[in-house]
């Protein structure tokens, strides 16, 4: 409960300042790309070096608003569905059999997270084209699907918190009046179960 009345106490800080922000000069736009994502820690047990995370591929595809405060400064909150998530390793991991003789066996589980993002990012241009952003991040899992590498579903790995939050980092630049590229670096800052998320994602966008 703590966690939910958190992230809904800083969505609504984000409402308010996104609402402000709507006395400057607006633009509507989309945006898509790739991203690859994990869950941290890369090793969720340290000392069992035979678990670990390693990264998905996904995309993403959504709206956003861009804000214009001055030459230098805009805002720009985002509305995107993305898919993402993370694959679990497991590395030589002893098994009893039947007739209680001992064998390992190696497998996976790729979880993919279907989910809903909202960045909220404060752009700052150093140069005509160029610029840096950061902000933070809310995220809502829609639906959760993970299967071992042989296709057979697992039901044990996908029970996550449904919240995230983090924060992103950013470099874009403006191709165009119309489009732009940027790349983003997300990192978790809560814990999901026993996880946090962290993404990369390049992208396009288009300014209407």
């Given at each position: 409960m703590k966690k939910n009345a958190l992230v809904l106490s800083i969505a609504l800080t984000i409402f308010t300042f996104t609402i402000n922000a709507q006395k400057s000069n607006t633009s509507y736009g989309i945006n898509a790309g790739p991203n690859y994502a994990r869950y941290t820690p890369r090793f969720p047990e340290p000392?069992?070096?035979?678990?670990?995370?390693?990264?998905?591929?996904?995309?993403?595809?959504?709206?956003?608003?861009?804000?214009?405060?001055?030459?230098?400064?805009?805002?720009?909150?985002?509305?995107?569905?993305?898919?993402q998530g993370n694959k679990f390793n497991f590395e030589n991991i002893e098994f009893i059999s039947i007739d209680n003789s001992m064998y390992t066996r190696s497998f996976s589980v790729k979880v993919i997270e279907s989910t809903i993002i909202v960045?909220?990012?404060?752009?700052?241009y150093f140069s005509e084209k160029f610029?840096?952003?950061?902000?933070?991040?809310i995220g809502y899992t829609v639906s959760t699907k993970g299967t071992f590498d042989d296709g057979t579903p697992s039901e044990t790995i996908t029970n996550n918190d449904k919240l995230d939050f983090g924060f992103i980092a950013g470099i874009g630049y403006e191709l165009n009046e119309n489009f732009a590229v940027n790349s983003r670096y997300f990192f978790g800052v809560i814990e999901?179960?026993?996880?946090?998320?962290s993404a990369l994602s390049i992208g396009i966008e288009y300014t209407f």
């Open positions: 000392e069992f070096k035979n678990i670990r995370n390693t990264g998905i591929f996904g995309f993403y595809l959504g709206g956003f608003i861009n804000f214009e405060i001055s030459q230098k400064l805009r805002i720009q909150p985002s509305f995107i569905f993305a898919l960045p909220v990012t404060v752009q700052n610029y840096i952003e950061t902000g933070p991040q999901r179960r026993d996880f946090k998320t």
